[in-house]
């Protein structure tokens, strides 16, 4: 079973804000970082660290932290947004990196 | 452009053997460390196992450990995962991942566009 815990599934409508969380105890320790995959592809990473997204990716994606739980907030969703989102961290040990079982996000 | 292009996926029997690659190019190889996740038909996404840059440590997800050895050649730029005792349950797509990282916080951010394994 998963370290990381994720809802695994959301609907949002068109241009509204949602939320995705994580939750595990090594998110106490270490930041999450988020992926974004579509059918077919492989995953993007969309937030890293505190709060940073690489190059390209919209600032409508965004990442907070607070105690256990880490979130993702979509704001102002678009139907390109429609995605299985996955979060990863290091396990309770710090060695290995773990993946939460990934949260689908609908647009409406 | 920075790139990863994974090979050697197919077909294999239960208990058999297979060799995947990754190439890797546009950035300075040796400086990051590198990884292998994969990810089951129709499921999430499970971290298989990460190498150093000087290959100084090597890590290895539960259900693979003792079976599955990374290496990598800095020399050619190519990351290798060895799979050995193969089960059906190993079945995935297989992703090489670079990995950025700081004290606090690692990530995943350039993949290869994967691999299939398939093991019956």
């Known amino acids: 079973s998963s370290e990381l815990t994720q809802d695994p599934g959301v609907s949002v409508a068109l241009g509204q804000t949602v939320r995705i969380t994580c939750q595990g105890d090594?998110?106490?320790?270490?930041?999450a970082s988020w992926y974004q995959q579509k059918p077919g592809q492989a995953p993007v990473l969309v937030i890293y660290g505190k709060n940073m997204r690489p190059s390209g990716i919209p600032d409508r994606f965004s990442g907070s932290s607070s105690g256990n739980t880490a979130s993702l907030t979509i704001t102002g969703a678009q139907a390109e947004d429609e995605a299985d989102y996955f979060c990863n961290s290091r396990d309770r040990g710090g060695n290995h990196r773990v993946f939460g079982a990934g949260t689908r996000v609908t647009v409406l | 452009e920075v790139q990863l292009v994974e090979s050697g996926g197919g077909l294999v029997k239960p208990g058999g053997s297979l060799r995947l690659s990754c190439a890797a190019s546009g950035f300075s190889f040796t400086s990051y460390v590198m990884n292998w996740v994969r990810q089951p038909p129709g499921k999430g996404l499970e971290w298989v196992s990460s190498?150093?840059?000087?290959?100084?440590?090597?890590y290895y997800a539960d259900s693979v450990q003792g079976r599955f050895t990374i290496s990598r050649d800095n020399a050619k730029h190519l990351l290798s995962l060895q799979m050995n005792n193969l089960r059906a349950e190993d079945t995935a797509v297989y992703y090489c991942?670079?990995?950025?990282?700081?004290?606090?916080?690692?990530?995943?951010?350039?993949w290869g566009p994967g691999t299939p394994v398939t093991v019956s």
């Open positions: 190498i150093g840059g000087g290959s100084t440590y090597i």
């Open positions: 090594s998110l106490r320790s270490y930041y």
């Open positions: 991942a670079r990995d950025l990282y700081s004290s606090s916080w690692d990530a995943f951010d350039i």
